[in-house]
Each structure stands twice: as C-alpha cells, then as structure tokens.
C-alpha cells in the first residue's frame, strides 16, 4: 500500500507541475500571441482534481488530516483512543456516498463517451475516474487504519492522534 501512496504523492506532485506550465504557457500565449492554450480551463480544472485527490491516501497513512483537537486534548487518554477510532468510523460512513456517485457519474461518462466541448474534445471520464480511484485508495487505507487502531486498542497499546500524540 506505501508503494501505491507513494506513486499517487509523485504523480500529483507531476499534476502540480502541468498545472504550473500550463498557467505558465497560457498566460505566455495570451501576452505574446494574443491567444491562449487549447482547452486550457479544462486543462487545468483536470489537473488541480489530481492534485488534491491522489494524496489523500497518503495523507490519510499519515494521520494528517486537518484536525481539531482541542477539546480532545483535556479529555482522558481512553476517551480520546475512543474518538480517534470514531473518527475512522465516521469517515468510513462519510465516503460511502461520495464513492457511490462518482461511481455512478464514472459509469455514465464512459457509457455515453462524454466530452468536453473544447478545441481537444477531452474525454470527461479520465478525471472522474481519477477522483473515484482517489476516494476509494483513501477508504482502504481509512478501512486500515481502524483495523489496525482496533487491533491496539483490544492490546491494550498506545494510540497515536493527528499530532502524533501518544494515547493509551
């Protein structure tokens, strides 16, 4: 599974390198030769989609979701085990529809061969697919997480939260 967040990191590391050029060249274009790039709002609309949702498994490994924990922090180190494990749950539950209807939206795209009208004519599917692939890479490494927070819990072992505090 690293190797696979690794590989989604890198390639949305890439997706924020296009994203770059293409701004880059369109504003060079526009300034210089009075047009712009083919398609690039489409362009760069595609490439900021894998820019946020390829890292989101790796984000999830990492435990660095945005977090706040202020009233956990002042609350009894099993209590706070326990809401960490709820988190996992509620984020389980919370990604079920969305992976639902970007499976749906993907299976109408391809079906019915969607494109943008644009001067490329950009399959619409590629970029959903995308999405669905990222929402689902970050439900198996939620689903791993609370596997593995559960597992320790029942040990009796430490927990670690967000900021990379020890709870027992």
């Known amino acids: 599974m690293r190797v696979i967040e690794r590989t989604l990191l890198d390639l949305s ?14 504003v060079v274009m ?25 890292p989101m498994a790796a984000a999830t490994a990492a435990r660095s979701h945005v977090a706040v924990t202020f009233l956990s922090d002042r609350m009894p180190d ?22 639902y209807a970007a499976w749906r939206v993907t299976g109408q795209a391809w079906r019915s061969g969607e494109f943008y009208y644009g001067d490329l004519n950009l ?23 609370l596997w593995g927070d559960l597992r320790q819990l029942r040990q009796g072992d430490v927990l670690v939260d ?3 505090n020890e709870v027992s």
């Open 13 to 26: 590391v890439l997706a924020l390198i296009a994203l770059g050029v293409v701004i880059f060249a369109n």
């Open 30 to 54: 526009r300034a210089a030769f009075g047009a712009s790039l083919p398609d690039a709002i489409i362009l760069v609309r595609e490439l900021m989609v894998a820019a946020i949702i390829l």
């Open 78 to 99: 099993r209590v706070r085990s326990r809401l960490i494990v709820l988190g996992h749950v509620v984020g389980l539950l919370a990604l079920l529809p969305l992976i």
């Open 123 to 145: 399959p619409r599917w590629p970029g959903i697919a995308l999405f669905l692939a990222g929402l689902v890479l970050m439900w198996v490494r939620l689903a791993i997480l």
């Open 162 to 164: 967000a900021d990379g």
